[in-house]
């Protein structure tokens, strides 16, 4: 099974809720429930320490707000990256939330999630 085979409309039905969620552990700082849908790789590539240390003091992390836009969906290999403008609570301005989907053991996982 390969996500790129997807229509748009079908990837963005399952990100946006995984991007919700995302955004709710992060901004209540819920580090385990944050990486739950994660890749293996993914997981294991994740630097705690510095996770962490986002989660403890990064104002932008920790007020993430739900008013986010979908911009587009860009399609490589056997992943997916869904783009969205995110907004912060706290910070004025806008920031590229990117999150990139594919399958692991038939299961659609996170295989990288950033905001720039």
């Given at each position: 099974?390969?996500?790129?085979?997807?229509?748009?409309?079908?990837?963005?039905?399952?990100?946006?809720p995984l991007w919700a969620?995302?955004?709710?552990?992060?901004?209540?700082?819920?580090?385990?429930?944050?990486?739950?849908?994660?890749?293996?790789?993914?997981?294991?590539?994740?630097?705690?320490?510095?996770?962490?240390?986002?989660?403890?003091?990064?104002?932008?992390?920790?007020?993430?707000?739900?008013?986010?836009?979908?911009?587009?969906?860009?399609?490589?290999?056997?992943?997916?990256?869904?783009?969205?403008?995110?907004?912060?609570?706290?910070?004025?301005?806008?920031?590229?939330?990117?999150?990139?989907?594919?399958?692991?053991?038939?299961?659609?996982?996170?295989?990288?999630?950033?905001?720039?």
């Amino acid at each position: 099974m390969n996500i790129i085979e997807k229509t748009d409309e079908e990837i963005v039905e399952l990100a946006a809720p995984l991007w919700a969620e995302l955004l709710r552990h992060y901004n209540q700082g819920e580090y385990g429930e944050f990486v739950k849908n994660f890749s293996s790789s993914f997981a294991l590539a994740m630097n705690q320490i510095e996770a962490g240390h986002q989660f403890a003091n990064s104002e932008l992390a920790r007020n993430l707000s739900e008013d986010v836009d979908y911009l587009g969906i860009i399609r490589r290999g056997e992943h997916v990256t869904v783009l969205y403008r995110q907004r912060s609570t706290a910070r004025e301005g806008e920031w590229l939330g990117r999150l990139v989907l594919g399958y692991e053991d038939e299961e659609i996982r996170i295989f990288g999630a950033t905001i720039f």
